[in-house]
């Protein structure tokens, strides 16, 4: 987000709580569409960020909390070092990820929407934000390929920055497998395609997307519904996805940042450290 957009959700959270004549904490929901900045609701209590804020800033957010409530102001805690006095800006990237149990609801389309799935979060800490959120997937029960095939179903609306993507893991060196469609967008941009898919159930081609994904030659699945069929096709895919353990995003949003993490971890590594070693 741009300087601008968090001053706006400082200015914002400040007006709320002050407003609210809130001592303590206050947990504020926003949307960011074209910099402009929603407001979702406002809580005043703590939420499951606190300790993910505390881990991710070294600053004990609960502990804060706790003594405001009791009377102490930040000013005195700044004075003794325990609030700082500006945002920290850490060194390293902190990503947070929700926790989503489908192996355990067989059946069950991964695609997400406005209900509330999640049943925990993971955090993963880099020195880049691809280590980071490679880090973040794994803990979550995601582990990204180095190497393999990549199999690429997309609506028609995201063809055009599907194929950025395609080249990025292609140039990362994963072969490309796709539905027909998809393959002949990506080949007509002089992208290889090696492996052409056919409709789940149709036996139109050598190979339908579930005996693909069954075969186990399938190592990420990068899959964006869109209409009824799709949307039917689609569910069946992310469904063996699950069933398989073969990581599965259904937003470009989620490849790209995928891509990241396969080749930042690839160039460095990872390291581990405890919280104590970054935070000392």
């Given at each position: ?15 709320i709580?002050h407003?609210?004549g ?25 939420s499951?960020?606190?300790p993910?804020?505390a ?17 102490h102001?930040l000013?005195s ?9 500006s ?33 925990g ?5 880099g020195?880049s934000f691809?280590i980071?959120?490679?880090?973040s ?12 095939q990549?199999?690429?179903?997309l609506?028609?609306r995201d ?17 490309l497998?796709a539905?027909?469609?998809?393959a ?34 399938v ?27 073969v ?7 989620a490849?790209?940042a ?9 160039q ?7 919280l ?5």
């Amino acid at each position: 987000m741009s300087e601008a957009t968090i001053e706006t959700l400082h200015e914002h959270t400040a007006k709320i709580a002050h407003a609210l004549g809130v001592v303590g904490l206050i947990n504020v929901q926003y949307a960011v569409k074209n910099k402009e900045v929603f407001v979702l609701e406002a809580n005043p209590r703590a939420s499951r960020t606190v300790p993910f804020v505390a881990k991710a800033t070294g600053v004990p957010v609960a502990q804060v909390a706790v003594r405001v409530m009791m009377g102490h102001s930040l000013a005195s805690m700044r004075q003794e070092g325990t609030v700082p006095d500006s945002t920290p800006v850490p060194a390293y990237v902190s990503v947070k990820e929700a926790v989503l149990p489908f192996s355990r609801f067989p059946g069950v389309d991964t695609v997400l929407g406005p209900e509330m799935r999640s049943t925990g979060e993971v955090m993963g800490i880099g020195e880049s934000f691809g280590i980071a959120f490679a880090k973040s997937q794994l803990a979550a029960g995601t582990r990204l390929p180095d190497s393999g095939q990549v199999f690429f179903s997309l609506a028609d609306r995201d063809k055009v920055a599907g194929l950025e993507l395609a080249r990025e893991l292609s140039r990362l060196g994963f072969r490309l497998a796709a539905t027909v469609g998809t393959a002949g967008f990506l080949r007509s941009h002089d992208v290889i395609v090696d492996t052409l898919v056919g409709k789940v159930g149709l036996g139109d081609l050598a190979i339908d997307a579930i005996k693909l994904i069954t075969s186990g030659d399938v190592h990420m699945v990068v899959n964006t519904p869109s209409g009824s069929s799709a949307h039917s096709d689609g569910a069946e895919i992310r469904t063996a996805c699950v069933g398989h353990g073969v990581a599965c995003v259904t937003t470009l949003s989620a490849g790209f940042a995928a891509a990241k993490g396969i080749a930042d971890t690839r160039q460095h590594g990872w390291r581990v450290r405890t919280l104590q070693e970054l935070h000392a």
